[in-house]
């Protein structure tokens, strides 16, 4: 059974940081890459950042430089460090594990920027 956990969300102000992590199991995770998305309320989903079983990473353009991905592949976890939020990265976040054409899901945590 595969099971993607995040953790970290909460309510933060402006300016402020917030760890996410995923923890997975029931995968090979190595060979998997691992993908951060979110969803704001009334938007679409949108990839934020992803790192690969290489760890090419890859980020969304407004995150760029406030936001890094990174991998334990001997924990079997995903971290996305988030520095200088803004109020616009409000949004529920999602851990994703790709694979070709396989997709995994986490439930979500929920980020609110806020003062």
């Known amino acids: 059974q595969v099971q993607l956990v995040e953790s970290g969300g909460g309510l933060v102000q402006p300016g402020g940081s917030l760890r996410l992590s995923c923890a997975a199991s029931?995968?090979?995770?190595?060979?998997?890459?691992m993908n951060w998305y979110r969803q704001a309320p009334g938007k679409e989903r949108e990839l934020v950042a992803g790192?690969?079983?290489?760890?090419?990473?890859k980020y969304l353009d407004s995150v760029k430089g406030r936001f890094t991905i990174s991998r334990d592949n001997a924990q079997n976890t995903v971290t996305l460090q988030m520095n200088s939020l803004e109020p616009e990265d409000t949004a529920v976040y999602y851990c994703?594990?790709?694979?070709?054409?396989?997709?995994?899901w986490g439930k979500g945590t929920l980020v609110t920027v806020s003062s």
């Open positions: 994703n594990a790709g694979l070709g054409a396989i997709n995994h």
């Open positions: 790192i690969s079983s290489g760890r090419s990473t």
């Open positions: 029931g995968i090979t995770f190595s060979i998997y890459a």
